[in-house]
């Protein structure tokens, strides 16, 4: 039950204060429970980035990011992607965030948090949009914004391999024995449930009864970043690109 685990948080101001710190306290009280911080100093991550930035950036204007490739395995068990962590630190009225992932599963994943898991949720006047889709030159949309049927399909086995299997890749991470402890929230929790092979409490893992994970394919539409900019952020300035795709960037871009 989602609703349990990603609770809005029990809390209560201090009498007497100002609503705006009493958010970023209600804020900060959940992110103590539900997310690992990693420390200022480690320039290499993600969330030292956006720290960095809350330094310099007004929190209080409104921001637009695009995360580009949005579905790491954030953290031991759950699904916090750049564009989520985004969120966090810049949610002001009027923000933006367009995250876009080739896997229609991660894709859904992370357009469920932003449409029902608080806090990215209960930010009032902020976008939020997940597209599934390739990046490419190509582009399934018209000027018009009709979308026409320029779509890839591609091999899905390595993604899904690990979610049939139950484990992630390292075998640290079971995520059977987590659905058993009535904590399905894991980065594999859409694939799972799709396919009707999630665990639950007292119950193993239901057979698998789909084709072979190497023949497994999805299909997604080609879409070009100034087609998402245009149609998805309405020609919204971009204040932060994140682009973490596996392809290469000639493969996915040519050499213009």
């Known amino acids: 039950d989602l609703s349990q ?7 209560e101001c201090p ?35 956006l720290q960095r930035l809350a330094t310099v950036w ?16 954030f953290g031991d068990i759950q699904q916090y992607g750049d564009a989520l ?27 469920r948090r932003f449409r029902d898991e608080w806090p990215y949720a209960h930010f009032p006047g ?14 399934a949309v018209d000027e018009a914004g009709t979308l026409s049927p320029a779509n890839m399909t591609f091999r899905t086995s390595r993604q899904l391999g690990y979610c049939i299997a ?3 890749f390292d075998h640290l991470v079971k995520y059977c024995k987590l659905e058993q402890e009535g904590r399905p929230n894991h980065m594999c929790r859409v694939s799972r449930e799709r396919l009707a092979i999630q665990c639950s409490p007292g119950r193993d893992q239901p057979p698998y009864a789909g084709p072979p994970p190497q023949q497994m394919r999805a ?20 204040d932060l690109l ?14 213009g």
């Open 242 to 255: 994140k682009v973490d795709i596996e392809a290469s960037w000639p493969e996915h871009y040519g050499h």
């Open 219 to 238: 299909t997604v539409p080609f879409r070009s970043i100034d087609s998402l900019w245009r149609h998805e952020l309405g020609g919204s300035h971009i």
């Open 58 to 73: 007004r929190a209080d204007r409104p921001r637009v990011m695009v995360d580009l490739g949005s579905h790491p395995a």
């Open 85 to 111: 962590i985004f969120l966090e630190y810049f949610h002001a009225p009027g923000t933006k965030v367009l995250a876009v992932d080739a896997m229609p599963d991660f894709a859904e994943d992370v357009a």
């Open 15 to 49: 009498a007497g204060t100002e609503p705006a710190a009493c958010d970023k306290l209600e804020l900060s009280t959940w992110l103590a429970e539900h997310r690992v911080r990693i420390p200022a100093g480690n320039d290499l991550s993600q969330e030292s980035l």
């Open 126 to 139: 902020t976008t939020r949009i997940s597209v599934g889709a390739w990046v490419g030159n190509s582009d």
């Open 166 to 168: 139950g484990h992630s």
């Open 5 to 11: 685990e990603y609770a809005v948080p029990r809390f």
